[in-house]
């Protein structure tokens, strides 16, 4: 079975600041790879997906980006945070065959 | 992709048997029903996926009626530990190459009491 990490658990930044998330994925190769954001009391809310290396695609137009450097590791990156990126990130692989989805620990992250 | 509506929130106590229905009118024939879990703080969790009539797996089952408008997620004599929030989700199937959206709504939350 799979395995995703997500680091770090909890994060606080300042506006203005950078951000890098990274999610990697054990126990599966080439999978599909997704990054979700989740408001408080929300349902989540797709970002990104990749279905390879260096293939990333936008859900919604906004102030993230995401990369995907080698097969089990994606990362969720921002030059300039605003205050509305706070949230819950979660990152999510999909198996086979039935394109499952599973999920990590996900990332608190506050920006003040 | 079909959207799914379940109740907000539900109340049950321990040892009950709880049943969450959702209902997905437009789901298409190559869709599948998923259910996930989702404790504060933590990603959500698998639970179950059927496509038609029954599917059971040593945490819950899942009831699809003929018609595949709706579905009901079953956990037998729930514990405290399964307050959660419950996301029913409809999903395509396999798609070579391709990925797989999930849209999550609101989902229910569930309280179990002592």
């Known amino acids: 079975s799979q395995t995703i990490h997500q680091w770090p658990a909890t994060l606080v930044q300042p506006v203005g600041s950078p951000l890098s998330l990274e999610c990697t994925v054990e126990?599966?190769?080439?999978?599909?790879l997704y990054w979700y954001r989740q408001a408080a009391g929300r349902g989540l809310q797709l970002l990104f997906y990749s279905v390879g290396i260096g293939q990333i695609s936008s859900e919604v137009p906004q102030n993230l980006s995401a990369s995907r450097p080698q097969d089990r590791q994606f990362i969720l990156s921002s030059k300039k945070l605003l205050l509305s990126d706070s949230g819950f990130y979660l990152c999510?692989?999909?198996?086979?065959?039935?394109?499952?989805?599973?999920f990590g620990p996900g990332t608190r992250l506050l920006v003040l | 992709l079909a959207k799914t509506t379940q109740p907000i929130s539900m109340d049950s106590y321990e040892g009950q048997e709880v049943n969450i229905t959702c209902s997905h009118n437009?789901?298409?024939?190559?869709?599948?029903i998923t259910w996930y879990q989702q404790f504060p703080s933590q990603g959500p969790r698998f639970i179950i996926q059927?496509?038609?009539t029954k599917v059971t797996n040593e945490v819950a089952s899942l009831f699809i009626p003929a018609d595949r408008k709706s579905s009901t997620l079953s956990l037998p004599r729930v514990s405290l530990s399964d307050t959660a929030v419950y996301y029913c989700l409809v999903q395509s199937g396999p798609v070579s190459g391709g990925y797989n959206k999930l849209i999550f709504g609101a989902g229910t939350r569930l309280a179990v009491h002592p």
């Open positions: 059927g496509y038609k």
């Open positions: 437009n789901i298409a024939t190559n869709d599948y």
């Open positions: 126990g599966t190769s080439n999978p599909n």
């Open positions: 999510a692989a999909g198996g086979s065959p039935e394109e499952t989805q599973y």
